[in-house]
């Protein structure tokens, strides 16, 4: 049918328009963000561009229900605002046919959306913690290269190593063990109330049972000065631990429930669980209910002024992700099932846009000349 081409054809380059416009402005807000990340320390700089894509892949439905929605809403606006609407309707096309003439082009945009954020969603943010677990674990000693000096994250320490071991590439069991081991490391630690100064022939990396990264030196020196008296204190020893950082990068299975997939989050009974298993599924149905939304919406005279329905739109559409996180905490405190939750949220706004569609289509004509 002509209408329906013409329809999918202009939905398709409204939704395209939208979405690089959407997305060109979430990586450069991504960018930033990263880019002050790296420069605080909290993430690799060669890790910025991986973690910009996860990220970009991790927001990418919420982008895909935005940029439909818009499509729909505009495409529909233009249509009522130059009459064209008003001549597929003499010809016969009603508001339920053109519910279903979109719904061949948005099904693959909702069938893609749920698939990310099903399947792809879990993924990404397994990958965004292993980035930030394997840069947060890196040591203070691990971080200082041959011959250079280097200060600790809290600027209390100053650490030097004079060579590291060259392990053979025969041997990948000795070269896993030996990761965060130096040679001739040297420390000087400055409390503020004490100063030591700390040689020794080696050390190497450790992790207690409280979480604690603790580097063991062996077979050195150290000179301590109290800063207040000017006593001077020299010691040998085998073995000494110093504390490198207070608690060890979270493990996979200590991760936020996100990083799970959707098939355990559905096996569990966990609050935390279910509420993330509740706003997956909230934006996968998110981009049924935002058609059917844009459609009673954009529905109206050539007279009506297209950017406040756009606006209304976007208000709209702000809510209703609003609801999903807010049905996110509900479960997650306690408070409703996950299925009271769902249908709470996305039941609502069906009813709503249906209703709003049934208005739009005459209803609210019928309904005056059932009450004459």
Known sequence: MLFDSSLRKELARSFAATLVVVLTIVLTILLIRMLGQAAGGRVSPQDVALLMGYTAIGHLPTMLNLALFVAVVSTLTRLYRDSEMAVWMVSGVSLVQ?????????????????????????????????????????????????????????????????????????????????????????????TGERESVTTAEGGRLETDADGRRMLVLAHGTRADLDLATGNKTLSQFNEQRLIV????????????????????????????LQGELVWRVGLALCGINLVLLGAGLAAGGPRRQGSWTLLVALLGFMVYTNLINLSQAWVVAGRQSAGLALLMVHGSAALIACTLLWWRNGGAARFSLRRA
């Open 98 to 190: 053109v519910v279903a003439a979109m719904a061949r082009f948005c099904a693959l945009v909702v069938l893609c959306t749920a698939t990310l954020v099903l399947l792809v969603w879990p993924w990404t943010n397994r990958q965004i913690v292993e980035l930030r677990e394997r840069y947060e674990q890196r040591s203070d000693l691990s971080r200082v290269a041959p011959g250079q000096f280097q200060t600790s994250a809290n600027g209390r320490r100053v650490f030097f190593i004079d060579n590291q071991p060259q392990l053979a590439a025969s041997s990948p069991d000795a070269a896993a063990s030996a990761q965060g081991v130096g040679r001739n490391v040297f420390v000087l630690d400055n």
């Open 245 to 272: 950082s207070e608690r060890a990068a979270a493990r996979l299975d200590e991760a936020p429930p996100k990083v799970n997939d959707s098939l355990t989050l559905l096996r569990s009974n966990a609050p935390p």
